[in-house]
């Protein structure tokens, strides 16, 4: 029965994919469903990375368990990962760790992003026993000036409260991915040092991507369409329960209805397909995801009748 079950959804998500490639391909439009919700549960960092855009300007919003299992309701027979971390520290939300439960109990795919400040052994522990699919961990919040070239760059402080999580994973499914956001990609860093360093078991691996500048200023004269994978296969949601552009706009300056009040089919269907079909905002204007889009939903077409995790190792964080 189980065997299937996964052959049923592996046929859904091939017609799902085919739908989405030729409604694309004719007319920009899309009536199928997000494969990835992202989640913005506080917005508010402890660190200050300088890639990063923050939050210091705005009231902070911290999402409540109950609006997180009203949203998550709305959307979990759609989705297949739910992606808590694209703007803020998620550890910052007593929540959270309720939060990965409840989605695991809805068949949901779980994955995490963090700076790994707060990996004491509580929640080290916490975090174990969620049974989190993807823990991305970004090791620039754990360095003294942010910018990693090899071990020596990061503050001794933090280096326990990570060496503890990866061993304490290394049993686990759980797939750890350590994040390195360099000025000039792989050239800036000793990778080989940071994978003996810290590489512990093959659930683990290290990612390192060029700094990536997102401007809300940029003039979007002659930009052209939006072409990004992003805008047809995932959903961004705010603190406040708002769906905005995309991960890339965690001050939420383009939104197209909130969640906690408005039905998912009206905001995902009839309100996100203005911005597939037309302009793009200026955070589109210099985003690598956006150039590359037409390629980017290829392959995220191809690969969608795998498993989101699986996916998204294969997308994202394989080196």
């Given at each position: 029965m189980d065997?299937?079950n996964?052959?049923?959804r592996?046929?859904?998500?091939l017609?799902?994919?085919?739908?989405?490639l030729?409604e694309?391909g004719?007319n920009?439009?899309?009536?199928g469903?997000p494969?990835?919700?992202?989640?913005c549960?506080?917005?508010?960092?402890n660190?200050?990375c300088?890639?990063?855009i923050?939050?210091?300007?705005q009231?902070?919003?911290?999402?409540s368990?109950?609006?997180?299992?009203i949203?998550?309701?709305?959307?979990?027979g759609?989705?297949?990962?739910?992606?808590?971390?694209?703007?803020?520290?998620?550890l910052?939300?007593?929540?959270?760790?309720r939060m990965?439960e409840?989605?695991?109990?809805?068949?949901?795919d779980?994955?995490?992003h963090?700076?790994?400040r707060?990996l004491?052994?509580?929640?080290?522990?916490?975090?174990?026993r969620?049974g989190v699919?993807?823990?991305?961990?970004?090791m620039n919040a754990l360095?003294?000036?942010?910018?990693?070239r090899s071990?020596?760059?990061?503050?001794?402080?933090?280096?326990?409260?990570l060496?503890?999580?990866?061993?304490a994973?290394?049993?686990?499914?759980?797939?750890?991915?350590l994040?390195?956001?360099?000025?000039?990609?792989?050239?800036?860093?000793d990778?080989?040092a940071?994978?003996?360093?810290f590489?512990v078991a093959?659930?683990c691996?290290?990612?390192?991507?060029p700094e990536?500048?997102h401007?809300?200023e940029t003039s979007?004269?002659?930009?052209?369409?939006?072409?990004c994978?992003?805008?047809f296969q995932e959903?961004?949601v705010?603190?406040?329960?708002d769906?905005?552009?995309?991960?890339s706009d965690s001050?939420?300056?383009?939104?197209f209805?909130?969640l906690l009040q408005d039905d998912f089919?009206?905001?995902?269907?009839?309100?996100?397909?203005?911005?597939?079909?037309g302009?793009i905002?200026?955070l589109?204007?210099n985003?690598r995801?956006?150039?590359d889009?037409?390629?980017?939903l290829?392959?995220n077409?191809?690969?969608?009748?795998?498993?989101a995790q699986?996916l998204?190792?294969k997308m994202?964080?394989?080196?």
């Amino acid at each position: 029965m189980d065997r299937i079950n996964r052959i049923n959804r592996m046929v859904g998500r091939l017609k799902r994919s085919a739908v989405v490639l030729c409604e694309y391909g004719r007319n920009r439009v899309v009536r199928g469903k997000p494969l990835i919700l992202r989640l913005c549960i506080i917005n508010r960092c402890n660190a200050d990375c300088p890639f990063c855009i923050t939050f210091r300007d705005q009231p902070e919003e911290t999402m409540s368990f109950a609006d997180y299992c009203i949203i998550l309701d709305k959307v979990a027979g759609n989705i297949e990962l739910a992606d808590f971390g694209f703007a803020g520290e998620p550890l910052l939300n007593p929540d959270l760790f309720r939060m990965l439960e409840y989605t695991k109990s809805k068949g949901v795919d779980t994955m995490l992003h963090t700076n790994g400040r707060l990996l004491d052994d509580g929640n080290v522990a916490a975090l174990v026993r969620s049974g989190v699919d993807l823990a991305v961990i970004n090791m620039n919040a754990l360095a003294r000036d942010y910018y990693v070239r090899s071990p020596e760059d990061l503050h001794p402080g933090f280096l326990a409260g990570l060496n503890n999580y990866l061993q304490a994973s290394a049993g686990t499914g759980t797939q750890v991915t350590l994040q390195l956001i360099t000025k000039n990609g792989k050239a800036d860093v000793d990778s080989k040092a940071l994978r003996e360093a810290f590489i512990v078991a093959d659930n683990c691996v290290l990612q390192i991507k060029p700094e990536q500048e997102h401007s809300y200023e940029t003039s979007p004269a002659g930009a052209g369409t939006a072409r990004c994978f992003r805008l047809f296969q995932e959903l961004a949601v705010s603190a406040g329960g708002d769906a905005v552009l995309c991960c890339s706009d965690s001050l939420c300056r383009t939104t197209f209805g909130n969640l906690l009040q408005d039905d998912f089919e009206d905001v995902w269907v009839n309100r996100m397909n203005a911005v597939r079909g037309g302009g793009i905002s200026p955070l589109c204007i210099n985003c690598r995801d956006n150039a590359d889009g037409p390629r980017n939903l290829l392959v995220n077409a191809l690969l969608s009748p795998l498993s989101a995790q699986k996916l998204y190792r294969k997308m994202m964080f394989k080196v």
